[in-house]
């Protein structure tokens, strides 16, 4: 994608939300650790139900290790693999209460040595927990990245290192949600909604679906 495209792309998303973000519910970053170690392979819409139960009682570190791993799976068994997502955040709680003062660590290399977070995790807490303009992709961001011709690669960390160099800094620190809400939504995985995509004449996918051009914000 030519960079005045980039540029257009991305000024079209954020005139659409001029405000976007996860959609996690969280008020702590630790809140929003333990919501993207539960989210992966479910739903937000599932993992927000469940923490709506669990955070009354526990939204911190000692907390839920003081409900023990148990009491913890009772309060996320309707997650997917909630057992091996249990273990994980037990165990990163402990490492958090023995090594970080209970407080989730703001460096990637201190947050990638917890149980259950990768790069991509890292990535969602540096970004939308401490505000630094990382790209964490997911699904939705590689097919979109992939299919508009904005990043093209054969794995997330290509794709991902690839949107840090071409995506404008103005747009970088938001770039993540705008991406993954319109992968979500807009570019679906089986049947992309094309009639209603506000960059359908930027992108470069060739399979578009057929409908008239939206018209874009003003």
């Known amino acids: 994608m030519k960079r005045n495209d980039v540029i257009e792309m991305f000024t079209r998303l954020r005139e659409f939300n001029p405000q ?26 599932g993992v927000n139900k469940a923490t709506r139960r669990l955070y009354p009682i526990a ?20 997650i997917g693999l909630f057992n091996a ?12 209460v023995d090594q970080h003062g209970g407080e ?35 699904t939705h961001i590689f097919r979109v990245a992939n299919r508009t011709g904005l990043a093209k690669g054969k794995n997330v960390r290509e794709v991902e290192d690839k949107l840090l160099r071409v995506v404008p800094a103005e747009f970088r620190q938001d770039a993540h949600h705008w991406l993954i809400l319109h992968g979500r939504y807009v570019c679906k995985a089986r049947k992309p909604d094309c009639p209603t995509c506000l960059i359908r004449d930027l992108c470069s996918y060739r399979h578009k679906t057929v409908g008239p051009m939206p018209t874009t914000p003003a």
């Open 104 to 138: 989730v660590p703001r460096e990637r290399e201190a947050l990638e040595a917890l149980p259950g977070v990768g790069r991509k995790t890292a990535n969602v807490i540096l970004n939308t927990a401490f505000g630094e303009p990382t790209i964490a992709v997911d």
């Open 20 to 45: 976007p973000t996860t959609e996690l519910d969280y008020t702590t970053p630790f809140e929003l650790l333990v919501a993207v170690i539960l989210s992966a392979q479910a739903t937000d819409v």
């Open 85 to 96: 997502k249990a273990k994980n955040v037990i165990a990163t709680c402990r490492i958090l």
């Open 59 to 78: 939204n911190t570190p000692q907390a839920i290790l003081d409900l023990g791993e148990e009491g913890f799976k009772r309060h996320i068994a309707s």
